[in-house]
C-alpha cells in the first residue's frame, strides 16, 4: 500500500512539472494586456510598468514553450497575468480618480456662480 501511494506520488508531481501554460492561460493574460491598453494604462506611469512587464513576461513565457520549458513558462505566464490585471486596476482607478475630480470641480463651480 506504501509503494502504491509513492508510485501515485510521482506520477502526479512528474506531471506536474512538465505541464506549461494552457492555450487558455495565455489567451486570457492576452485579453488582459488588451484591456490594459484600451483602458489607457500607457499613459498612467504605474500601469504602463505593469503593462510593460506583462508583455514582457508574455513573450518569454513563448518563448520557453517553444523551448519546451513548460514549466518555468507556466510560472512567467501567471506573472504576466497578473501584471497585465494590475495594469488593469490601475488604468481603472486613474480614470474613476480623473472622473471624480471632474465632479468636484463641478461642484465647485456651481457653488461659486451660486447666488
Known amino acids: 500500500m506504501r509503494t502504491r501511494n509513492w508510485l501515485v506520488a510521482a506520477?502526479?508531481?512528474?506531471?506536474?512539472?512538465t505541464a506549461g501554460p494552457t492555450?487558455?492561460?495565455?489567451?486570457?493574460?492576452a485579453a488582459s494586456i488588451?484591456?490594459?491598453e484600451e483602458l489607457g494604462a500607457p499613459k498612467v506611469a504605474q500601469a504602463?510598468?505593469?503593462l510593460q512587464l506583462a508583455k514582457e513576461q508574455s513573450q518569454h513565457a513563448k518563448q520557453l514553450v517553444a523551448k519546451g520549458d513548460g514549466e518555468e513558462a507556466g510560472f512567467?505566464?501567471?506573472r504576466a497575468d497578473a501584471d497585465a490585471e494590475l495594469a488593469v486596476a490601475i488604468a481603472r482607478s486613474s480614470v474613476g480618480n480623473a472622473q471624480a475630480q471632474k465632479?468636484?470641480?463641478?461642484?465647485?463651480?456651481?457653488?461659486?456662480d451660486a447666488p
Not at 502526479?12 to 512539472?17: D, M, N, P, R, V
Open 48 to 50: 504602463s510598468l505593469h
Open 76 to 78: 512567467l505566464m501567471m
Open 11 to 17: 506520477v502526479f508531481l512528474g506531471g506536474c512539472a
Open 23 to 29: 492555450n487558455e492561460s495565455m489567451e486570457a493574460t
Open 103 to 112: 465632479a468636484i470641480e463641478k461642484v465647485r463651480t456651481m457653488q461659486t
Open 34 to 36: 488588451r484591456a490594459a
